[in-house]
């Protein structure tokens, strides 16, 4: 089926440092959706992002809708640790409802 | 209330035996997923309901699956004669319009076992 590659798999960063994940994909994306999950929970909604271009932040967080509508980027400033989880992008293909397809998931640890 | 909400939070089944788990959207969401997360995994989409009529069934694994929505708000995943690789954490998530633009809202989902 379709796959969104997101890297990278896992990340052990220092308290404060800044944090960059991206996904990209095969197919073209008309939204992408940039989700942080914690065990035993849902995935949370971070971002969303629906025209090719677009920057979007919600605090220390910053994510981008790549020109190409095949990637798309998701930045995390001055991490600290409640940050620890693991993030989500997701996407959803023109024409095909509203079924999103997600990526393997980044791993963040955080070290005080 | 005020999220997606899923019953049974942990389920915990010997193989062969059929199972059903229950979501209950965010009131007045018009929109219902239902995605299967196995460990370690990003969430794989399963079925897709706008009000009670089921749109989608493509990511269903097996004809053992069935959901169903029938008076287009709570909905029931079943899962018949269920089989070791059906373990996994079933996720429901809802969104407010037929607008398939409006973000998803996931609930924390029902963690399936089965022995």
């Known amino acids: 089926g379709q796959q969104l590659n997101q890297s990278p798999q896992s990340m052990f960063i220092q308290e404060g440092e800044d944090v960059s994940m991206n996904c990209t994909s095969s197919s073209i994306f008309n939204t992408w959706l940039w989700y942080k999950q914690e065990p035993g929970e849902g995935p949370v909604l971070l971002i969303a992002?629906?025209?090719?271009?677009e920057l979007t932040s919600n605090g220390r967080l910053t994510a981008q809708f790549g020109i190409t509508r095949k990637d798309s980027f998701l930045n995390i400033s001055a991490s600290i640790p409640s940050d620890v989880g693991i993030y989500f992008c997701a996407g959803k293909i023109y024409n095909q409802g509203g079924k999103l397809i997600f990526g393997q998931g980044t791993e963040l640890s955080v070290k005080p | 209330g005020a999220g997606v909400s899923q019953s049974p939070r942990y389920k915990v089944a010997k193989r062969g035996q059929d199972v059903a788990l229950r979501c209950d959207p965010i009131?007045?969401?018009?929109?219902l997923f239902w995605y299967q997360q196995a460990l370690g995994q990003g969430p794989e989409f399963l079925t897709y309901?706008?009000?009670?009529?089921?749109?989608?069934k493509s990511g269903l694994p097996s004809d053992r699956f069935f959901a169903e929505r029938p008076e287009g708000s709570v909905s029931t995943l079943k899962i018949q004669r269920t089989q070791q690789e059906d373990s996994a954490v079933y996720l429901c998530a809802s969104s407010l319009k037929r607008d398939t633009a409006q973000p998803q809202h996931f609930g924390d989902g029902t963690r399936l076992s089965i022995l």
């Open positions: 992002l629906y025209k090719a271009g």
């Open positions: 009131s007045g969401h018009v929109s």
């Open positions: 309901f706008q009000n009670e009529a089921q749109l989608d």
